[in-house]
């Protein structure tokens, strides 16, 4: 350890070591992980990358899909809807994050869980939890027919709405959490200070508060848009045929196989879209902000050309803020100051019940008896439970998931964490390139990696196999393991293992004995969002899987395409239960770790 | 319950009226805390606190953490609602003024300047939000950075400076307007000592050359002692004694003030007789010393306060002198702090301004405590 320090206390100087010496180097508990995903999702992409400039001349696939409109619309199309869902999210994810912090106690934490409870739900049940609420026989149109506001149940799925209303739910809790983590992080003194100085709540709220998480704003908008625009499950299951998104061209062509390379013509486009919209966004705002961390130098130093006013500038701008912009503050501060409690209130209670409603809905539909989804239901009874308990193809569905999602959580955080130790302890350079390698996973759309990795599984004679899957579900295990065991290694005091070295601990026994009870709570919570992430996987088990071997997921998608009935509902509500039955068990580690910061 | 449009209700120091007061010099306000209480669940953060504060004063909150003044300070500012008694602003009550129609200036412990506007902006926010017209306050936002030795630093950004720079310009932000109350909520603690006497000094300067009411909070009893024209000493939710800085140290009113304001010597003693305006006291060790006899007194047993710095030591037995063992003695540049222990086993403390050929007493050795007759104060 103390060897170590000496190293990042000077980098420049880099003393000749023994090869025993170097061995002990944190850094080389990077290798693990970095061969995995090399082999695994880098290789893959390069791979997909070559096929798709195969033709003649190279670029001839690329510009068969830019020049047929049917995919240039839908380009369009896709970017369109990311940038509303985007929109949407922000409007609304605000006023519940603000609504979160400004509560306290027992309502905090049920505020705080019925928005991110939703997050660890899968996005296939999430979305099926829409198609019965909006079906015909769904509770909405039922309600909407009694109170009079329609005469018969009208469609309202397969629309663009519906499409942007499943979406925006589905990705809102990203948003709340990262506005979230901007507010919490900002002095309460300010926005009393803003009051003090004769700011009422809406001018406080504008001149202050806005301004200040803006960056968490920014970086929740471009993680929803991102994530928008890969986007494949939503807007097959809610969307009509206008509203074919990009992603979904991507597998349909898979499945009718055209020629080699246009295929992977059209995954670069959408790689490419992405990555530069990710990287446009890095420029500006550090790329921290994939991983929500926080850049570490403030800057100060960019602002100073930026915003300083010049002593006697009288701008058009500074005008339009005497002349509008101020006095509608102003006039806005006269208002009872109740109106903007209750306009935080209602709106977040809005966005908490767009969050909550579906999957309570699904929960109850799963006791019914009827053979069709209706809401409520006529009749109660255990048949639909009954059904998937002893159906053959369900239960073996069941134990593959299991048995894979465990082996990735196994693999996840074997090379997660030993990436994330390597990371934080190490004195290697480059260390945030390095951070952003290994969560990139994150940003790539599943759809181009499922595609990337179905060459590679054919190549081994992996598809259909447990390891294939476990592995191709740690690519995305990964980057989750990572940040989490950084974050909590980031917390341990390094004093604690200085002085249990001084007193005599091998370097082995400090490990054991500070170090790991330390990051224990962060690596439990690891393993738990990495079984799960495994265990909801829909997309790469799409193209990885073999009839012969499905999973949970995949026989959800499978029925919800073909039979919508109640089945669907129980393993929806056991999904659920396994989730807050996960998180309520790990509530006391939870409570812990947060004690610790 | 809150104030509407139209209400009639005029709000002292308000935002009509600042535009008149932004000419002159400012001219504080009176405050009358009556019966105030704040409860949270059940702990009770104000306890039925009275205050009077005469316009133009300076008034210290003195307290450990935890006594309330910080509540007190929120309860007039409007982050909290008062759950019983009134708080009068030259008269009217302002439990129904939001926060920001009260119109007070206001300094948090952690600078609680906006990061995203420039030092000029930030002292001129509360200027735009009263709707002054941009040439004037321009003008008084840079006579007042002047005030706070600041004109420099107008277009800098808060993070680009200094704790102490920061928090004069918190400074500056809370009298751009002369608002009739300033409210300093531990504004120096975040600051090094040397750093916290001269901004303590600007303060004080600051409250004459402005004349507004200025209510300032800490747990710093120099702090408090240096500043205020009054200090309210709080503890546990209450106020345990209101008076001149001179007062509270040299008559506090009970052991608690004693042993919270400065440090002190508590001498338990038992009364042998009254003689006109003074008592005959006995100490445990049996020795008759003389004190000044406080108004009231009850029972027979008394404790004494005898500040350190009013102690003598000496190497003979004088009148009235008691013999003790020294225990410890330090040199501290100006001062000398010995401890010595009397035979009952009390420990008191000495503390003697230091001057040439004076040696420090050896741990060990005995020697002679005495006290004048005007030093001692016999605690109710």
């Given at each position: 350890m103390t060897q170590m320090d000496t190293h990042q206390g000077n980098p420049g100087v880099t003393p000749a070591r023994s090869l025993s010496e170097r061995l002990k180097d944190p850094a080389l508990l990077l290798i693990p992980a970095f061969a995995f995903l090399g082999f695994m999702y880098l290789l893959p992409l390069i791979d997909l990358m070559q096929t798709s400039v195969e033709g003649d001349p190279w670029w001839a696939d690329l510009q068969r899909v830019l020049s047929v409109p049917l995919y240039f619309d839908s380009l369009v199309r896709t970017m369109n809807i990311a940038l509303t869902v985007a929109l949407l999210c922000a409007l609304i994810g605000y006023p519940a994050a603000l609504l979160i912090q400004r509560t306290k106690g027992i309502t905090q934490v049920l505020v705080a869980m019925a928005i991110i409870?939703?997050?660890?739900?899968?996005i296939l049940i999430r979305t099926y939890a829409w198609m019965v609420l909006l079906g015909r026989n769904g509770p909405i149109n039922k309600f909407a027919v009694w109170i009079g506001a329609f005469d018969e149940p009208v469609g309202l799925l397969f629309n663009r709405g519906s499409v942007l209303l499943g979406m925006t739910a589905v990705l809102l809790p990203i948003m709340v959490l990262s506005i979230y983590s901007s507010l919490s992080r900002l002095d309460p003194a300010l926005v009393r200070a803003a009051m003090a100085n004769g700011a009422g709540p809406l001018a406080a709220f504008w001149r202050v508060l806005l301004p200040l998480t803006l960056p968490g704003v920014g970086a929740g908008f471009l993680l929803v848009f991102v994530q928008a625009l890969g986007f494949f499950i939503t807007p097959s299951l809610l969307g009509g045929p206008g509203d074919m998104m990009f992603a979904m061209h991507i597998t349909q062509q898979a499945d009718s196989i055209t020629g080699e390379g246009f295929l992977q013509a059209l995954a670069v486009v959408l790689l490419v879209l992405t990555l530069i919209v990710v990287a446009v966004a890095g420029r500006f705002l550090g790329f921290e902000f994939i991983w929500g961390g926080e850049r570490k130098a403030p800057m100060p130093k960019a602002r100073e050309t930026l915003d300083r006013p010049k002593p006697s500038r009288g701008g058009v701008k500074e005008a339009l803020a005497d002349r509008a912009g101020w006095p509608l503050l102003r006039w806005l501060g006269a208002l009872n100051a109740r109106w903007g409690e209750w306009t935080v209130r209602v709106l977040a209670i809005c966005v908490i019940a767009t969050l909550v409603l579906p999957i309570v809905v699904v929960m109850i539909i799963s006791f019914s008896k009827a053979s069709y989804l209706t809401f409520p239901p006529t009749e109660y009874s255990l048949r639909w439970y009954e059904k998937f308990f002893s159906d053959r193809n369900w239960m073996s569905a069941f134990w593959n998931s299991l048995f894979i999602a465990l082996m990735s959580a196994g693999i996840s955080v074997t090379l997660g964490a030993t990436a994330a130790m390597g990371i934080v302890r190490s004195s290697i350079r480059g260390k945030s390139t390095l951070m952003l390698l290994l969560v990139s996973p994150i940003i790539v759309p599943p759809v181009v990696l499922g595609l990337s990795l179905y060459s590679l599984f054919l190549k081994f004679d992996m598809v259909g196999t447990y390891w294939g899957l476990a592995a191709a579900h740690s690519i995305g295990g990964i980057p989750i393991v990572v940040v989490i065991v950084a974050a909590a290694l980031q917390g341990v005091d390094r004093r604690l293992e200085q002085g249990a070295a001084v007193h005599g601990a091998s370097p082995l026994t400090v490990f054991r004995k500070v170090t790991l009870p330390a990051i224990a709570p962060g690596l439990g919570a690891a393993v738990f969002f990495a079984f799960l992430h495994s265990f909801d996987e829909l997309v790469l088990t799409l193209f990885l899987s073999s009839p012969r071997m499905k999973t949970l997921p995949l026989m959800l998608w499978g029925d919800i395409n073909y039979q919508l009935n109640p089945v669907l509902a129980v393993v929806s509500t056991l999904e659920v239960l396994l989730v807050v039955g996960g998180i309520i068990l790990a509530r006391p580690v939870f409570a812990r770790a947060r004690a610790d910061t | 319950m809150t104030l509407k449009l139209a209400d009639p209700v005029v709000v002292p120091g308000g935002a009509d009226a600042r535009r008149d007061d932004v000419s002159r010099a400012g001219i504080g306000s009176g405050i009358t805390i009556e019966n105030v209480t704040k409860r949270y669940g059940a702990f009770v953060a104000a306890d039925r606190i009275c205050l009077d504060i005469q316009p133009g004063e300076f008034v210290t909150l003195l307290g450990p953490s935890g006594s309330g003044k910080t509540t007190l300070l929120n309860l007039l500012a409007g982050f909290q609602r008062v759950d019983g008694g009134e708080i009068r602003v030259d008269g009217k009550p302002i439990q129904n003024v939001p926060v920001h129609k009260r119109g007070f200036g206001m300094v948090f412990q952690s600078y609680a300047l906006f990061p995203n506007m420039t030092v000029a902006q930030n002292v001129g926010f509360p200027m735009r939000m009263a709707g002054i017209s941009r040439a004037d306050s321009d003008r008084r936002v840079a006579e007042t950075l002047g005030m706070m030795q600041l004109s420099d630093s107008a277009a800098k950004m808060p993070s680009e400076m200094s704790g102490g720079q920061q928090q004069r310009v918190a400074i500056a932000r809370s009298i751009v307007m002369r608002p009739k109350v300033v409210l300093m909520d531990e504004p120096l603690s975040a600051l090094d000592r040397r750093l916290r006497e001269s901004i303590q000094m600007e303060i004080r300067d600051l409250h004459r050359t402005i004349g507004s009411t200025f209510l300032f909070v800490t747990h710093d009893q120099s702090e408090a002692l240096t500043m205020s024209d009054r200090i309210a000493v709080m503890d546990a939710g209450r106020i345990i004694q209101v008076d001149r800085p001179e007062t509270i140290y040299r008559q506090p009113c009970n052991r608690f003030v004693a042993g919270f304001v400065g440090e002190s010597n508590l001498i338990d003693a038992e009364i042998v007789r009254r003689e006109g305006a003074a008592l005959v006291l006995r100490t445990k060790t049996g020795h008759l010393f003389r004190s000044p006899a406080p108004d009231e007194v009850s029972g027979r047993n008394v404790t004494v306060l005898v500040r350190p710095e009013r102690l003598i030591l000496s190497d003979v037995p004088g009148q009235e002198s008691i013999p003790a063992r020294v225990k410890s003695a330090l040199f501290l540049g100006e001062i000398l702090r010995i401890e010595v222990t009397l035979d009952s086993g009390e420990t008191l403390l000495v503390r003697c301004s230091d001057s040439a050929g004076q040696t420090l007493p050896t741990p060990g050795s005995t020697v002679h405590v005495s006290w004048g007759m005007s030093d001692g104060w016999v605690l109710a």
């Open positions: 409870l939703p997050y660890f739900i899968a | -």
